[in-house]
């Protein structure tokens, strides 16, 4: 009796539901989110960026253990959201109350052992990433990344948990919880980044001494680790106050779910890896180069700047993998296929009108953010003019991507991320930035290569990322992930 409910109801739901309205009610707190975290990044990078250039650089290269170790919490995070809005939208709240609970302890486990890896690994991938020949920087990034190993648990948590709460429909709260996070993040920094100094506000009406304790780049880590912790337990205490019930304490994860969980998780987590690693290859061709430690502080700069466009694909991203996750669970495909491609359409748009603006005014920003250091600033403003042509592609990846892994399907989009990145962009980097007959190792010498540079390598990052996209969306059109089990 109920089947024929659905229906009879079908035509009525369609009928009155509009695809736009369903996807910006979920997105926009997820896009206001992303847009604080953008704030955040850019004014954490200001601060930084107003530090020496071994802090800059050393930085640069610590971004791909972040990019690391925060893809692999999402990953967590991406099982989470799959099993609680497939449960949500069947209707059993049993199920995504257990779902939530056992990812979260699945978390736990994982950011804790992240910590230990990436606190033993910091010496000897400082060492690998940064050029030999600065020896100031690879010491500050190793101390640095000791620092923000001590983050992660509290990443974790809260990566998983918002992916929990997306599953059930809600955006608005975690938008709330991580606005507080970055306003902490922001105040910490000010007072640990930089030495006690004068403020001047409203024209210099104002001025006051704030007080500072002048650890520099340490101090920026230190702030994004309280800030992270502070967030974690806000997010614990206020989840026992929706439909997903009391976290706090801790179990171990129990076999069965483990298995459900980490064979979503997995695909994602090893597509992560693969990105960052082929990020950290292209860092170390970058450290070749012969502007090699202003190249790499630069990349970071560009990504920071980079991460205004991609507000509203990472917003939209989250969205689609929920209501896909919630659509399949009504057993309405259709439904899951028309709010994805009304998310990925939406994104490019407004990437699209993101990309003019910020290709033009590229050295200006690039320039508030860096400070009196020109040759940093000139290849900034050309790799993220490079990212601009390209931008729109990479939106649709996103975008499609996301609602791919909120089906469950983590597994195709994975050989999309070994192909773009692994077949073609590292290779074509190499080709590209460094001359022929350079001695990649005493042993090995490079057959043929053009000797471009950073912008070699620059060209080739731009180019696969709109492959991606173009790749993404034949998937998505493709439509095995409407029939993905979890």
Request: some cysteine; aromatic content about 10%; hydrophobic content about 55%.
């Amino acid at each position: 009796m109920s089947v024929v409910v659905e229906e009879l109801d079908e035509p009525a739901i369609e009928a009155r539901e509009n695809s736009t309205s369903v996807v910006w009610k979920l997105a926009w707190p997820a896009v206001v989110l992303n847009s604080l975290q953008v704030v955040n990044q850019l004014l954490d990078r200001g601060f930084i960026g107003h530090l020496n250039s071994d802090a800059i650089t050393a930085h640069g290269g610590a971004i791909n253990v972040m990019f690391l170790m925060f893809s692999l919490a999402v990953a967590v995070a991406t099982g989470a959201t799959a099993l609680v809005s497939r449960a949500f939208g069947a209707g059993t709240p049993s199920e995504y109350r257990l779902a939530s609970r056992q990812s979260i302890r699945i978390a736990m486990i994982g950011g804790f052992l992240m910590a230990g890896v990436a606190s033993l690994g910091s010496s000897f991938v400082a060492h690998t990433i940064l050029p030999s020949d600065d020896p100031g920087a690879i010491d500050l990034m190793r101390r640095f990344v000791l620092v923000y190993s001590t983050s992660l648990p509290a990443i974790y948590v809260i990566q998983t948990l918002a992916g929990s709460l997306r599953g059930i429909g809600d955006t608005k709260s975690p938008m709330f919880i991580s606005g507080v996070q970055i306003l902490i993040h922001m105040t910490l920094n000010c007072l640990l980044v930089f030495p006690t100094h004068q403020v001047s506000i409203f024209g210099g009406l104002f001025r006051f001494m704030l007080p500072g304790a002048n650890l520099g780049l340490i101090g920026a880590g230190t702030a994004l680790s309280i800030s992270a912790w502070i967030s974690a337990i806000g997010y614990l205490s206020f989840v026992s106050r929706t439909p997903l019930g009391n976290l706090w304490g801790f179990h171990l994860p129990e076999w069965h779910w483990i298995v459900r969980i980490l064979r979503i998780a997995l695909p994602a987590a090893l597509m992560a890896t693969l990105r960052v690693l082929s990020l950290t290859t292209f860092t170390i061709v970058l450290a070749m180069v012969p502007n090699g430690s202003t190249a790499i502080g630069s990349m970071s700069t560009a990504f920071a700047i980079e991460s205004i466009m991609n507000m509203p694909p990472f917003g939209l991203s989250a969205a689609a993998g929920a209501l896909v996750g919630q659509s399949l669970g009504m057993r309405r495909p259709d439904r899951a296929e028309r709010l994805g491609w009304t998310a990925a359409n939406h994104g490019a748009i407004v990437t699209l009108a993101l990309a003019g603006p910020i290709y033009l005014m590229a050295p200006t920003i690039a320039g508030w953010l860096l400070g009196n250091k020109p040759e940093m600033i000139a290849e900034t403003i050309t790799l993220l003019r490079y990212l601009c042509l390209t931008e729109v592609f990479f939106s649709y990846a996103m975008i499609v991507i996301g609602a791919m892994q909120g089906a469950g399907d983590t597994v195709r989009p994975m050989w999309i991320t070994i192909f773009t990145l692994w077949g073609v962009r590292v290779p074509v980097a190499f080709v590209l930035a460094l001359p022929a007959g350079y001695h990649l190792f005493p042993w090995l010498v490079m057959p043929f290569g053009l000797g471009w540079g950073a912008r070699g390598a620059w060209t080739s990052m731009a180019f696969t990322q709109g492959l991606q996209g173009i790749l993404a969306l034949a998937l998505f059109k493709q439509g095995a992930w409407k029939t993905k089990k979890v």
